[in-house]
């Protein structure tokens, strides 16, 4: 990969870093909880005024702008040679409830920002560059991570699933997205694009982990991403008077689940690595009283690996667990549901190659790493050619308030995607 630009040192790639600034504050504007926290969920209001405002700064910059039936966004900037495939590089927006203002964020607004540093050295682009941002990279809302981007990789199934999916409070997929101004009656096969499309993804994101930092290196060059699963689980039991029903006539569906949550750490502590990790961020007890005993108890788990098959042997674990509770406590396992258990994706090696040389290039330390969380580059692997770009974060802290990425770290990840952009354009 010889230099493409005229004068690539880092002074031709000039990133307007104190108005991308002002842009990310802005967008962290548009959340129902109150600052410093960001909850910004799928086409509610918060979300649909984010979405003008990313589609509004996609004009700014020139791009064309069309939105898709599921409301993924799509900014391109046209090259000299329009018929090749484009490359492409995008991110989310949407943020689960009481996080951060930068997860997703740097890689749709800082991406829009790299076309602008593009476009001010005079580069101009041979294949068309395309900006996505995809519609929903977070679960919280029907409990489907990466919902745009396994659309666009081809999810069948899920386009099938969608059409009788509905929401906490019963509202289902289609409303919702109606409500936010993408009408979709169909299985959504117009959102799939096909293989090939594009002839490379490359997503800019906070690490989320704490190496960078700690190493003080300003670019982490991801090679893989980790393989995520959820599980949704229901136990169910009598309930009952909290003060009449005696210990030995219970069923306690609460127990039940907090016997789980326990089993859940155990199998992942027993996986033999550091790299299995287990959560369970969601736990409800029903009727949630403090003098009725749990008659309903739902709890969500969260497994990942970068090793497939050891987090598949968690999953098995822990579904014999929940079954043996179930038989132990004589409480029913109304459900034990599989949502979602993706495979790993590695990164390709010509775009890790043009990332690291533009590191290079722009004499930037950089490290090659995995990612641990997963990402909408997940889901692009299966259609073309992924790579990733990190960037520090403040104590790799992330889907918390207290999430940062500084302003020179941000314009260090902007200026490494432009350059490499501008790589695999000519490429
Ligand atoms: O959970 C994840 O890995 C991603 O940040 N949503
Ligand atoms: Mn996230
Ligand atoms: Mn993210
Ligand atoms: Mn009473």
Partial sequence: HEPVL???????????????????????????????????????EKDVQARGFVKNLM?????????????????????????????????????????????????VLGAIEAINVLKRSGFKPKRSLEVVMFTSEEPTRFGISCLGSRLLAGSKELGQLLKRTVDGQNISFSDAAKFAGYTNNEDFSSVVLEKGTYSAFVELH?????????????????????????????????????????????????????ELALAVE????????IDTVGTVGILELHPGAINSIPSKAHLEIDARDIDERRRNL??????????????????????????NQDPPALSEESITKATESACQELNMPYKKMISR???????????????????????????????????????????????????????
């Fill in 59 to 107: 004009s700014i910059s020139g791009l064309s702008v069309r939105e898709d039936a599921v409301g993924n966004i799509f900014g391109r900037w046209v090259g000299s040679e329009p018929g090749l495939p484009p490359v492409s590089t995008g991110s989310h927006i949407d943020a689960i409830p009481y996080s951060g203002k930068y997860d997703g964020v740097v890689g």
């Fill in 314 to 339: 968690v999953i098995d674990k822990i579904h014999q667990s929940a079954l043996s509770i179930s038989k132990a406590r004589n409480v029913e396992l109304s459900e034990f549901k599989i949502v």
């Fill in 266 to 273: 155990k199998h992942v502590l027993e996986s033999g690595s």
């Fill in 6 to 44: 005229r004068d690539s040192s880092s002074s031709s790639l000039s990133v307007d870093t104190e108005t991308l600034q002002r842009q990310i504050d802005e967008l962290s504007t548009f959340s129902d909880t109150p600052a410093p926290s960001v909850t910004r969920i799928l086409y509610s």
């Fill in 373 to 427: 969380a997963y990402h909408d580059s997940l889901f692009m692997a299966r259609i073309c050619p992924m790579g990733m770009i990190f960037i520090p974060c403040y104590k790799g802290y992330s889907h918390k308030p207290e999430e940062f990425a500084a302003p020179q770290d941000i314009a260090n990840g902007v200026r490494v995607l432009a350059l490499t952009f501008s790589k695999l354009s000519v490429s």
């Fill in 206 to 258: 906070i690490e989320q982990g704490p190496i960078l930092e700690e190493e003080a290196i300003s670019i982490g060059v991801v090679t893989a991403i980790a393989a995520p699963a959820s599980i949704k689980v229901d136990f169910e039991g009598n309930g009952g008077h909290a003060g009449a029903v005696l210990m030995p006539k219970r069923n306690d569906a609460g127990l039940a689940a907090a």
